[in-house]
């Protein structure tokens, strides 16, 4: 006789027999997770075409931190120049109260002089730093697409704490460069209104050199106008600069979190070639988060050195305004003296502040591919473990 069951249907020998094998095993075999192998693959490669495309734009970011040390550079040696043309002016003594103001002007630029070349050194080791990080940066790409590849060939799967904490990680890093996008930005307008402002004060300068009297008294009041623009664009840059320092900072925090990540991925692969490549991986992980850090570093002493720049121009702004006061005030007297060579100089001065400026622009193209690398890496994260 058959047993009956609740719902009036027989067991049979057989079905008891399956029925406790399954419980049995139930009990004791690990759960298999089943991935989509096609869209698991699908997204490692994205994110290699992510990891790719970042290292590309920290590259050209690396180009834009070059030309701006170029630029930099440039203005102090326009700076120069400019230091000289008022020393040659005040020699001339037509005026006193000019030749005097000329003196002073000049004897400010003794501190400027090295404010423009440590603002340059900075802007140097701030450029090293990001190459370095886009060499890593490419070095992680390229040991991250061959893991991915050992794991495909050992029909291996990471392990999936590690990918959740590699994903939320991933993720606060593109928050993190979305902040140093924002703050590039700044760096930008700043650089462009600095810009702007030196172009003023060299036309002003070239009027109050020409001779022409007549245009002597509105050209010193663009003067002290332009001057009060320029000390305000170098305070706003010195202010963008502090944040994309901070973001700098976050970032190479959440590098680390990733470097981890990576690591806790190779501990737990049982393949041994797919564990090798794990390792090798991890291992770039953690030098990138590593040239991160230096990255944070370079960054803040790049606002350092701002910050005394933009300080002892404030200092020094009102010389010059005092210089080209001093001179309309001799124009009205017919007894101005007058320089060709400042008027050159402070053109040379404009020309690198454009510099600076373009160099300024570039980066932040550079960042916002950066950012944007960085979520589509975050999305393809997302749907990696996703696939899983």
């Not at 609740?6 to 075999?29: C, E, I, Q």
């Not at 096609?38 to 495309?53: S, T």
């Not at 190459?131 to 050992?154: L, M, P, V």
């Not at 230096?294 to 910050?307: E, H, K, N, T």
Request: aromatic fraction near 4%.
């Amino acid at each position: 006789m058959h047993a009956a069951t609740r719902g009036g249907m027989p067991k049979t020998p057989r079905f008891l027999l399956a029925a406790a094998t399954a419980a049995l095993f139930s009990l004791v075999a690990p759960a298999v997770v089943h991935a989509d192998d096609a869209a698991l693959w699908a997204a490692e490669g994205r994110i290699r075409q992510a990891m790719n495309d970042e290292a590309a734009a920290h590259r050209l970011f690396a180009d834009a931190a070059r030309q701006n040390v170029a630029a930099h550079r440039d203005w102090a040696a326009a700076s120069t120049l400019v230091q000289r043309a008022y020393r040659d002016r005040a020699k001339a003594n037509k005026d006193a109260k000019q030749a005097s103001a000329d003196q002073a002007a000049a004897d400010s630029y003794d501190q400027l002089a090295k404010d423009d070349n440590a603002r340059a050194a900075a802007d140097d080791k701030f450029a090293s730093a990001e190459n370095t990080a886009a060499a890593d940066a490419k070095a992680f790409a390229d040991a991250s697409a061959a893991a991915a590849q050992a794991r495909q060939a050992a029909k291996s799967r990471a392990d999936q704490r590690a990918m959740n904490d590699l994903n939320a990680a991933a993720n606060a890093q593109a928050l993190a460069e979305d902040h140093a996008t924002r703050a590039q930005e700044k760096v930008q307008a700043a650089a462009a209104r600095r810009a702007d402002a030196t172009d003023a004060v060299a036309k002003a300068q070239a009027d109050l050199n020409s001779g022409n009297y007549g245009s002597y008294q509105a050209a010193s009041d663009q003067v002290a106008k332009a001057e009060a623009d320029l000390a305000k664009a170098n305070h706003d840059e010195h202010d963008a600069l502090v944040d994309r320092a901070l973001a700098r900072r976050n970032y190479a925090e959440l590098s680390k979190k990733v470097a981890d990540s990576y690591a806790a991925v190779a501990a737990s692969e049982k393949d041994a070639k797919a564990a090798a490549a794990d390792k090798r991986a991890a291992q770039e992980a953690s030098n990138a988060a590593n040239a991160d850090a230096a990255r944070a570093d370079a960054a803040s002493a790049d606002a350092d050195s701002c910050a005394t720049q933009a300080d002892d121009y404030d200092h020094a702004r009102d010389k010059f305004a005092n210089a080209a006061g001093a001179a309309a005030a001799a124009a009205a007297n017919k007894n101005a003296a007058a320089n060709a060579d400042m008027a050159r100089a402070y053109q040379l001065r404009a020309k690198a502040a454009r510099e600076h400026a373009k160099a300024s622009e570039d980066a932040w193209k550079a960042q916002q591919k950066i950012a944007e690398s960085r979520h589509a890496r975050g999305r393809a994260l997302a749907d990696l473990y996703a696939a899983y």
